[in-house]
């Protein structure tokens, strides 16, 4: 997360405390997501999606109820990550 942090500072296209979306597959999924880690380093909501995240011909795009094989899964969500002061 510290990386993509320090490229997401260096863009020169962020301002601090803007929200920010991932449309990385599953980065808002497990016991410590890296959307988490975003969110505490920027100090930033983030959203991110649970489960594999797809771009449709038709332009539309989220989070998939399949996984990489095409077979049928849980459906994900886009799951929101407020900052959390480190321990």
């Not at 296209?13 to 920027?42: D, F, H």
């Not at 649970?50 to 998939?64: E, I, Q, R, V």
């Not at 109820?65 to 959390?84: A, C, Q, V, Y």
Request: one cysteine or more; glycine letters at 10%.
């Amino acid at each position: 997360a510290g990386q993509l942090a320090e490229r997401i500072l260096a863009s020169g296209q962020y301002t601090p405390k803007m929200p920010i979306e991932l449309r990385s597959c599953n980065t808002g999924a497990g016991q410590t997501p890296i959307a988490q880690e975003l969110a505490n380093v920027l100090e930033a909501s983030v959203s991110a999606p649970t489960t594999f995240y797809y771009y449709n011909l038709d332009g539309s795009a989220g989070p998939k109820n399949i996984d990489w094989l095409g077979r049928p899964s849980t459906p994900g969500t886009m799951k929101h990550f407020e900052p959390r002061s480190q321990p």
